[in-house]
């Protein structure tokens, strides 16, 4: 299965990708554009992933271990050439994929293991900082 993401970065507080749900997000560390962390936004905004206060934790380590108090946000849209139904668990292994192979600082969860999806090949473009081609071999 042939999935893209196509990457963009989010412009500003009015931007309306903030607004968008079934998507990826991926915080970046300014200047270097280090990938911090890699989110989905499945039933909520990319902007309630940003505010939710279940990540308070993180958003304290972040400052306090990185000096980061502002990170660059992507957010990563989902496409297919084949009659693939962009589901919950295909929103789930995509992320999960991409986090096992770049090993974000922010994700402490899904990095030692996950459910395979063999076939999944994924294809980043635009703003992503990380390589463009990600296979779940099983």
Known sequence: MDIEVCWAAIDGDDDATWDQTRVLYAYLAPGD???????????????????WSAKKEFWMALERERGIKCPV?????????EDVRLT????????????????????VQSTQSRISRPGLRVECSGNWPGRSVYVDRG
């Open 33 to 51: 554009q280090e990938i911090l962390y890699i989110g989905k936004a499945d039933g909520t905004t990319v902007r309630e992933r940003w505010n």
């Open 73 to 81: 946000v992507i957010v990563g849209e989902i496409y297919s050439d």
């Open 88 to 107: 919950r668990e295909l929103l789930a292994d995509i992320e999960s994929l991409l986090i096992i192979k770049e090993a974000p600082w922010g994700n």
